[in-house]
């Protein structure tokens, strides 16, 4: 009976392998196929007579590889973003369930040193991850009791929790559950197994004495508070030899207990873990010599200091990281809603394009509707004519420009080759004149020194050249005199260089309004959709203008009426004759059409 079960089970497991190696599941998929799969198979192994059939099945889940999926799909992967978290953290029990208890057999060397590590790393990254999402406390919860359970199992992983850059994240965090969460973990762990901290390292010991420390001097809440303190009591009492000698590295911890943690509601345990600390330092040996207790004395106050600055430190570092974090998370979060408010925009405009698009369609087929039938094709044809202008027009500016900067572009490459050459060609010239230029004779010809005959020759020729070169300094009055001149060109040139500078601003008005009025004149509407206030914005303000814009295009009407026998000759003549004649004419006819200004 139970071989037949046993190849049952061999079966499944096989068939739960083959689908997992299935790569068209995804991983979520995958999660809830082992959960399934798993709490199945322990369920029915622990409902035998005897624990031997849930051993061999936990044998054979990871001789299987089955293990090995639960892992994978437990570390951490930044392209596969995780969606269930129940999922995930019920995953992590049932895995680290299966660890508990479990014979690798001729595999146990790869099962300690690399299995073990791997799970642990993936359970400390899960914890980690739902420590930050505040909607999960309890998932929290269960994965740091699959921790304390691997741990009170596997002490070989005590000193990869301490030392892992995920527990150091969980440390860190200010919130008094978590930090109660880890304190209990341990004091649960050594409660549990009395050799737990016989199998562990001096090292290890340590840092799990840092962190109870830690909790004591961070931490201002009395749960951690006591759990802290009994967690390091529990420690002295299963390995006193061990623990109390590394409690002396702990400078100043009687005097922290004492001031900070006396009246909490657990002054027993605190004065128990004092004695223990004072009865320890009095065993110590007294030193003998001034010199030594000097040094003593100095060090534990150096020490002190140390402790009190990196503590302060720890929560100056601890304040700032979080609120890095924060502001970085709150960065993000706008950055995200600005993300969707222009994409929305975005929408909102293309939307609204096509609107208008649908409205102008429509109201041009209304237009062509009420056109007669035989204007419709005319019609679409001038329309066909001008869209073709408009693109043939756009079409040559921009091949225009290109000429142009492909041209401009050209000749300032040419005039930097052409400069470059001339560099060269001039220091090539300055080096070869160098050459030829003879070397200049010393002026220490024949005998060294002076003579008294040379002397006065030389003594004679300074007088000479400075009674020809008198000395330039001049009196107080005549530099000041100077110097009022200097200040009075000065003073000029700066009225000048104001002078040109506004007329520059003048010019450079002019020139942005000119090209303002030519980028209204290009952009502006065809005569068959303009409207009065669009006509309107084009009129000038000046009379003059105005008046003269119109005689002229009234001119320019009446030109074109004149039979063409008329149009002989000078026809500007002919123009300004009957533009007079004819302009009431023109402007009873044209209804005002022209007339505009205020």
């Known amino acids: 009976m139970e071989l037949m079960e046993l190849v049952q089970e061999e079966a499944l497991v096989a068939e739960l392998k083959r689908k997992l190696e299935d790569e068209d599941l995804k991983p979520e998929q995958k999660v809830l196929l082992l959960n399934d799969a798993l709490n199945k198979t322990l369920?029915?192994?622990?409902?035998?007579?005897?624990?031997?059939?849930?051993?061999?099945?936990?044998?054979?889940?990871?001789?299987?590889?089955?293990?090995?999926?639960?892992?994978?799909?437990?570390t951490p992967d930044p392209r596969r973003p995780r969606g269930n978290w129940g999922a995930a953290a019920t995953l992590a029990a049932l895995t680290s369930s299966c660890c508990v208890g479990v014979d690798p057999g001729p595999r146990s060397q790869a099962f300690h040193r690399l299995f073990?590590?791997?799970?642990?790393?993936?359970?400390?990254?899960?914890?980690?991850?739902?420590?930050?999402?505040?909607?999960?406390?309890?998932?929290?919860?269960?994965?740091?009791?699959?921790?304390?359970w691997m741990l009170r199992s596997h002490t070989c992983l005590t000193t990869q929790v301490l030392s892992s850059v995920h527990y150091e994240h969980i440390q860190m965090c200010d919130d008094v559950t978590v930090s109660l969460l880890c304190v209990e973990m341990w004091v649960q762990t050594c409660t549990a197994s009395r050799d737990f901290l016989s199998e562990l390292s001096d090292d290890s010991v340590l840092l799990l004495l840092n962190e109870a420390v830690g909790q004591l001097a961070v931490s201002a809440d009395s749960s951690v508070g006591v759990a802290a303190v009994r967690l390091i009591l529990l420690m002295a009492n299963q390995?006193?030899?061990?623990?109390?000698?590394?409690?002396?590295?702990?400078?100043?911890?009687?005097?922290?207990?004492?001031?900070?943690?006396?009246?909490?509601?657990?002054?027993?345990?605190?004065?128990?873990?004092?004695?223990?600390?004072?009865?320890?330092?009095?065993?110590?040996?007294?030193?003998?010599?001034?010199?030594?207790?000097?040094?003593?004395?100095?060090?534990?106050?150096?020490?002190?200091?140390?402790?009190?600055?990196?503590?302060?430190?720890?929560?100056?570092?601890?304040?700032?990281?979080?609120?890095?974090?924060?502001?970085?998370?709150?960065?993000?979060?706008?950055?995200?809603?600005?993300?969707?408010?222009?994409?929305?925009?975005?929408?909102?405009?293309?939307?609204?394009?096509?609107?208008?698009?649908?409205?102008?369609?429509?109201?041009?087929?209304?237009?062509?509707?009420?056109?007669?039938?035989?204007?419709?094709?005319?019609?679409?044809?001038?329309?066909?004519?001008?869209?073709?202008?408009?693109?043939?027009?756009?079409?040559?500016?921009?091949r225009e420009r290109q000429r142009y900067n492909n041209t401009t572009r050209h000749a300032r490459t040419q005039q930097q080759a052409a400069r470059t050459l001339q560099r060269a060609v001039r220091l090539f010239l300055r080096r070869r004149r160098a050459a030829f230029v003879p070397p200049?004779?010393?002026?220490?010809?024949?005998?060294?020194?002076?003579?008294?005959?040379?002397?006065?020759?030389?003594?004679?020729?300074?007088?000479?050249?400075i009674s020809l070169h008198p000395s330039s300094q001049v009196s107080h009055e005549e530099a000041q005199r100077l110097h009022e001149e200097a200040q009075l060109l000065l003073s000029a040139l700066q009225g000048g260089e104001q002078q040109r500078r506004r007329e520059e601003q003048r010019v450079e008005a002019l020139l942005a309004h000119t090209h303002t009025q030519l980028e209204l004149l290009r952009e502006a509407p065809p005569l068959s959709v303009v409207t009065t206030t669009a006509?309107?914005?084009?009129?000038?303000?000046?009379?003059?203008?105005?008046?003269?814009?119109?005689?002229?295009?009234?001119?320019?009407?009446?030109?074109?009426?004149?039979?063409?026998?008329?149009?002989?000759?000078?026809?500007?003549?002919?123009?300004?004759?009957?533009?007079?004649?004819?302009?009431?004419?023109?402007?009873?006819?044209l209804g005002g059409l022209f007339v505009g200004g205020e």
């Not at 192994?45 to 639960?70: D, E, I, Q, W």
């Not at 008294?452 to 007088?463: A, F, G, H, I, P």
Request: charged share 25%; proline share 3%; net charge positive.
């Open 440 to 465: 200049t004779t010393s002026l220490l010809i024949g005998q060294r020194g002076l003579t008294d005959s040379r002397r006065l020759e030389l003594k004679r020729q300074v007088e000479e050249h």
């Open 239 to 398: 390995q006193e030899e061990q623990v109390q000698p590394l409690l002396l590295s702990f400078k100043g911890l009687d005097s922290l207990l004492d001031k900070d943690w006396k009246g909490r509601g657990f002054d027993q345990e605190v004065d128990q873990l004092i004695a223990l600390i004072q009865a320890d330092t009095r065993r110590r040996p007294q030193v003998c010599t001034e010199r030594e207790r000097a040094a003593c004395l100095i060090q534990a106050a150096w020490r002190s200091f140390q402790t009190r600055r990196r503590v302060k430190n720890l929560n100056r570092a601890v304040s700032r990281l979080q609120r890095t974090y924060r502001a970085r998370r709150r960065r993000q979060q706008q950055q995200k809603e600005a993300q969707q408010w222009e994409e929305e925009l975005r929408y909102q405009v293309c939307v609204r394009r096509q609107q208008a698009r649908r409205k102008f369609h429509q109201k041009q087929r209304q237009l062509l509707q009420l056109l007669p039938a035989d204007q419709v094709q005319p019609y679409l044809k001038e329309c066909e004519c001008r869209a073709a202008v408009l693109i043939q027009s756009f079409w040559r500016g921009f």
């Open 116 to 148: 073990l590590p791997s799970l642990m790393d993936g359970l400390l990254s899960l914890a980690s991850q739902l420590m930050r999402r505040a909607e999960c406390p309890s998932l929290f919860r269960q994965v740091m009791d699959s921790v304390g």
């Open 43 to 74: 369920t029915t192994a622990a409902l035998r007579s005897h624990g031997a059939p849930l051993a061999a099945g936990k044998s054979l889940l990871y001789r299987s590889g089955v293990l090995s999926h639960c892992v994978r799909l437990l």
């Open 535 to 589: 006509a309107d914005s084009f009129l000038s303000r000046s009379s003059l203008v105005v008046m003269r814009a119109r005689d002229s295009h009234n001119a320019a009407l009446q030109a074109h009426r004149l039979p063409w026998w008329r149009t002989l000759g000078d026809s500007a003549g002919h123009v300004g004759v009957f533009g007079q004649v004819f302009l009431p004419e023109l402007e009873a006819e």
